[in-house]
C-alpha cells in the first residue's frame, strides 16, 4: 500500500487523490492498519479540500466494501428514505409499514438520537420488547416475515463508518458534504437496495440551514447513487417547524399508528406520501407519482397499512397489544402548559430550541449513551404563521415530577416570536431527481 502520509499531503495542498489509494486508506482504516491519527489527519484535508465524483465514488465504495451486505435475496424491489434528522420527524415508523403494504421491501437501518434530534430506534424501542439491535440473520427474517424492519448498524455493515463517524464526531469534521453522503449512501448501499429517497430538512431545526447547502448535499448524494446505479431522488422539505404534533418517543410512535389508521396530522401523512411516491414509480410498483399517492392513501384507507405495521412490531419481538392500544406505551405522569407570551402572529424562530426542549424534559440525549425517557415530551399544538392571544396554549409539555421542565419553557419561549412575519418554509421546498 502507498504510505497514507502521501494520500494526507495530497488532500492536504488541495490535490486530487488516486481513487485506488483512498480505497486502500479505507480499507486501512477498518482493519486497524491505518492509524487514528492519520485517519484524522485526512478527514481533515478532505473537510478542507472536498472530494471529486470519482474520488467520492472510491471512498463510498471502500467503506461499503469494509463489511457485509444484506441479503437482497430474489424478492421484491426493496426500497428505502433517509432523512437527515429534525423535530418530530416520525415519518420512517410511518412510511415503512406503508411500503410494505405496497408489496415492497423495506430494510430500514437506522440511528438514535443525539441533541435536538429525535432518533427512530429510541421511538422504536418504546414499544414494549421490541428490539432494534439485531443481526443481520434476524433483520432478513423480520423482513421476510412483515416486509419491513427498522434495525440499528450490526457491527458487520459498513464498519469503517462506524470508526470514520467517531473519528469525525471527535475532531468537528462532521458537517463535510463528502462525508457525509458517503456515511449516509455507504450504509444505504449495504442494504441491497433498489431505489432510494433522501429527505433533506431544512431550516433552523435541521443541521442543514439553508436551501443552498441541502441542495449541495442532494445533488451529491444523486450523483453518487448514479455512480452506483441505484435509481434515487431527493426531496428538500420544511424543517422550521416540528413536523405533526407529538415530539419525543411513545407519543410519535402513537402518532403514528393514528396516522396508519387514517387520522393524525395531515403534514405527517402528506410528507410521508411524497415520500414515498417517488419511491413506489422508482420501484416500478407504480407508473406515475399520481398512482403512486393513491396507492398509499388506499394502504392507509383499508387498514393495510397499518395490519403491516402490527406484523414488523411482532417480527421485531414488540408485544402487538400496545399498537392495538397505545395507551398502553409509556407516559410522563404531569404535565405543564406554555402559553402565548402576547398577542401576535406566531414565528418559529428556531426550531432546533423546540427539540432541545424535549430533550431537556429527558426524550433525548446531550451525550451518545445518555438514558431516554420514553414517556416524556411535547405536544405541539401551535400553529406557525397564526394569529394567536395571550396565554393561548401553544404547547403541553408531558414530563416527570418537573424534571427539566424550567429549561424546556426557556427554550420554548426563545423558539417563537409574535413579532415576526408569520413565514415558514413551504412544506415541500423542492425535488431534486438523479436526471438532472
Ligand atoms: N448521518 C449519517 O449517517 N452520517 C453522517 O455523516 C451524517 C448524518
Partial sequence: MIDPRETIRTKRDGGRCDPAHLEAFVAGVAD?????????????????????????????????DSGGKLDRGTGPVRLDKHSTGGVGDKVSLVLAPALAACGVRVPMISGRGLGHTGGTLDKMEAIAGLRTVLDEASIDRAIDRAGWVIAAQTATLVPADRKLYALRDGTSTVESIPLIASSILSKKLAEGLDGFVLDIKVGSGGFLKDVEMGRELGRTILGLCSRFELRASAQLTAMDRPIGVAIGNANEVAESIETLRG???????????????DLLVQGGVAPNPLTARARLDAVRADGSAFEAFVKGVVAQGGDAKVIEDPSLLPSAPDVDEFQAPGTGVLTVVDCRRIG???????????????????????EWLADPGAEVKAGETLVKLHHRAGHGLEEAREQLLASITLDGDGKHLPALIERLSDAE
Fill in 32 to 64: 486497524g492498519s491505518v492509524p487514528d491519527i492519520q485517519a484524522v489527519a485526512l478527514l481533515m484535508a478532505i473537510f478542507q479540500h472536498g472530494l471529486d465524483g470519482e474520488e467520492l465514488f472510491a471512498w463510498t465504495r471502500a467503506m461499503l
Fill in 356 to 378: 432541545l426542549a424535549a430533550m431537556a424534559l429527558g426524550a433525548g440525549r446531550r451525550l451518545p449513551g445518555d438514558d431516554v425517557d420514553m414517556g416524556v415530551g411535547l
Fill in 263 to 277: 387520522e393524525g396530522p395531515e403534514d405527517l401523512w402528506e410528507l410521508t406520501r411524497e415520500l414515498g411516491a
